[in-house]
T-cell receptor, first 115, second 111 residues
Framework: EAQVTQNPRYLITVTGKKLTVTCSQNMNHEYMSWYRQDPGLGLRQIYYSMNVEVTDKGDVPEGYKVSRKEKRNFPLILESPSPNQTSLYFC??????????????FGPGTRLTVT | GENVEQHPSTLSVQEGDSAVIKCTYSDSASNYFPWYKQELGKGPQLIIDIRSNVGEKKDQRIAVTLNKTAKHFSLHITETQPEDSAVYFCAARGSQGNLIFGKGTKLSVKP
């Protein structure tokens, strides 16, 4: 089944403890992206990747890191999480990015709580 | 910066009635406008999209209209059913090719 998977689905952690949220897609998509969703703010892009080894900042990149060593994986890293990073996170992928980009497929989401 | 405004933020309709959600965008170069439906506990899922060379697109009970001159587009759902209850997001493709999302509309369809 073609899909985007994220792990973990739920995570409660403490301030300053490094964490990684994994994202994987099995559709051979070039483009991958991370969003956070907060009440009243909609979906805001954190980072995106046009292809392997190519990553760029979205609208709200502060406090996050990403890497794209393989086409299928795009982990989101929080080196020192803070309570304002408590949010619902979505990974998405599409066949290609850029001005002729295709439909984005979203993962099921990761609910992160930082205390 | 690039921006997408979405209204209303909440919408309640009776089953069988129509629902309309409206969005406006700021970047006149935007050429792709998808609509996503997000059910509780799930990720957004594309339900319909429209490109700038088309004024209207229909898929069964769902239709989207685009007015490029006014820079706004709308989602129309006819004969609403309880399973249409969800959060709906509009989006516009920005100059970098990324999607810029509206803040969402929570649609409730009452039986």
């Amino acid at each position: 089944e073609a899909q985007v998977t994220q792990n973990p689905r739920y995570l409660i952690t403490v301030t300053g403890k490094k964490l990684t949220v994994t994202c994987s897609q099995n559709m051979n998509h070039e483009y991958m992206s991370w969003y956070r969703q907060d009440p009243g703010l909609g979906l805001r892009q954190i980072y995106y990747s046009m292809n392997v080894e190519v990553t760029d900042k979205g609208d709200v990149p502060e406090g996050y890191k990403v890497s794209r060593k393989e086409k299928r994986n795009f982990p989101l890293i929080l080196e020192s999480p803070s309570p304002n990073q408590t949010s619902l996170y979505f990974c998405a992928s599409s066949l290609k990015g850029g001005i002729n980009s295709y439909e984005q497929y979203f993962g099921p989401g990761t609910r992160l709580t930082v205390t | 910066g690039e921006n997408v405004e979405q209204h209303p933020s909440t919408l309640s309709v009776q089953e069988g009635d129509s629902a309309v959600i409206k969005c406006t965008y700021s970047d006149s170069a935007s050429n792709y406008f998808p609509w996503y439906k997000q059910e509780l506990g799930k990720g957004p899922q594309l339900i319909i999209d429209i490109r700038s060379n088309v004024g209207e697109k229909k898929d069964q009970r769902i239709a989207v209209t685009l007015n490029k001159t006014a820079k706004h587009f709308s989602l129309h759902i006819t004969e609403t059913q309880p399973e249409d209850s969800a959060v709906y997001f509009c989006a516009a493709r920005g100059s970098q090719g990324n999607l810029i999302f509206g803040k969402g509309t929570k649609l409730s369809v009452k039986p």
